[in-house]
């Protein structure tokens, strides 16, 4: 499954593209007036190999959950048993991504693809279907849902040995790839990513620092907001673990499995399968770019498909977005994950593509140009 998605994966369509610069250069405003949205419809319309690109809708949150065998090593005060209440959280719908995809009319889909500790018991569907839609078709998102593919209870601890073996790294991939199918055949247009796992941005820093290069010290952010004790012990097991391990960035495989974790690995698959079926994908905070660096190490035409929501607080998050060639849509300062950055930065993609639909250019509109 994972060596079929990636050769699936294939560069932006460059016609299409050209034909979408000549488009936005007709349209009744100044030349490149908006910007970075110029250059990301182009982007899309590439992806897309029509322009004007579809509408990114309707819009869909994947939240995968895992935990962490680093926990061990006193990198967050916050107790592991947090990421399973979490995910009983997110699905009773009192959550802040919850919030936001209401707001956007994104549907939320929770992944237990590594939780540790038993999750609260659920009714809700374990497969998605089809929503029924609003007088303007926009399909009406129906209640968060739970997928159960638990790879293993949490990973190892990866200061001590391998996060996880190469076959469980792979089917955590794999599941995400799953996901991301079934999403995009139930008609979603844009997919989101979304994690929870108390201790994650450890192994986030790990993945960004194995593939990009940088020190563990500009990786390594704060997560939760630990004090400094704490995150000089966080910036410490990073470095040690990357000694210990000598990931190689040539192999991703490897370095996730070496320092990564079941939701990192989940989300490199959900972008890889996402551009692999020309859909974009709305990439979060500091987890969701380290699982990019990840799927543009298997398959650098993958970029293309990604697009950064906003710019982390979390310092590793700016070192993978530079490495990546990404400018982030918004920057507020958010350090949560769950999805809810990207949730913010929907309207903004969406609005890039419906200008190359709906606004009328010069000689359509009899507005005489420079």
Not at 3 to 13: F, G, Q, V, Y
Request: charged share 15%.
């Amino acid at each position: 499954m994972l060596e079929s998605t990636i050769a699936a994966i294939r560069p932006l369509d460059e016609p299409a593209m050209v034909a979408a610069g000549e488009l936005q250069g007709r349209l009744t405003k100044p030349p490149g007036s908006l910007g970075a949205l110029e250059e990301l419809s182009v982007r899309l319309a590439g992806l897309a190999g029509v322009c004007p690109p579809p509408l990114p809708q309707p819009a869909a949150v994947a939240i995968f959950a895992g935990d962490h065998g680093v926990h061990a090593q006193g990198v967050t005060p916050w107790p592991q048993e947090v990421t399973a209440q979490m995910i009983g959280n997110f699905l009773a719908g009192g959550a802040v991504v919850n919030a936001f995809a209401r707001q956007a009319g994104a549907s939320v889909t929770v992944v237990d693809v590594g939780v540790a500790t038993p999750l609260p018991s659920t009714p809700l569907p374990s497969a998605p279907s089809a929503r029924p839609a609003t007088p303007g078709g926009q399909p009406i998102a129906g209640p968060p849902r739970l997928v159960s593919a638990n790879v293993r209870r949490g990973t190892r601890d990866l200061a001590v040995t391998a996060a996880l073996t190469r076959d469980e790294a792979r089917a955590a991939v794999e599941t995400g790839i799953r996901i991301a199918r079934e999403l995009i055949d139930a008609g979603a247009g844009i997919l989101l990513t979304g994690d929870m796992g108390i201790g994650n941005t450890t192994p986030a820093a790990a993945l960004i620092a194995a593939f990009t290069g940088v020190d563990p010290a500009e990786a390594t952010g704060r997560g939760t907001g630990v004090d400094d004790p704490t995150y000089a012990r966080k910036i410490e097991v990073v470095r040690a673990a990357l000694a210990r391990h000598a990931p190689d960035p040539a192999d991703p495989l490897g370095v996730l499995a070496a320092v990564g974790g079941l939701e990192h690995a989940a989300l490199t698959g959900l972008i890889l399968a996402a551009a692999a079926r020309r859909v974009p994908v709305l990439l979060d905070g500091v987890i969701a770019v380290s699982a990019a660096l990840a799927a543009a190490a298997f398959a650098p035409d993958a970029v293309g498909a990604m697009v950064a929501g906003h710019r982390s607080a979390e310092p590793g998050a700016t070192a993978a977005l530079r490495h990546l060639g990404l400018d982030p849509l918004i920057d507020l300062g958010l350090r949560l994950g769950e999805g809810t950055g990207a949730l913010l930065a929907l309207p903004v993609v969406t609005g890039a593509v419906r200008v190359l639909h709906e606004v009328a250019t010069f000689d359509s509109a009899g507005v005489a140009e420079k």
